[in-house]
């Protein structure tokens, strides 16, 4: 089970992410974090940006906290 961290603003968890893959999926767990591929390169962050948005849509949550 991967731990939740509840924060002022929502949760976190940790992420292990691969970037460069086939799909976007989710692909399992690792140590205490969920492991994540996305077809995004990691150059300038991009692979960051690609897990955001899929987490966002997969959890039908917000791309950002709210401010």
């Given amino acids: ?8 603003v ?3 968890f940790a992420v ?3 970037p460069r893959a086939k799909k976007n999926a989710l692909t399992g767990e690792i140590g205490d974090a969920l492991k994540l591929a996305v077809t995004a390169p990691p150059a300038g962050g991009r692979a960051n940006v690609a ?3 899929f987490l966002a849509d997969t ?9």
């Fill in 16 to 18: 292990k992410l691969r």
């Fill in 59 to 67: 959890l039908k949550g917000p791309r950002a906290p709210s401010q």
């Fill in 1 to 8: 089970m991967i731990p939740l961290h509840q924060t002022p």
């Fill in 51 to 53: 897990c955001i948005e």
């Fill in 10 to 12: 929502g949760i976190t």
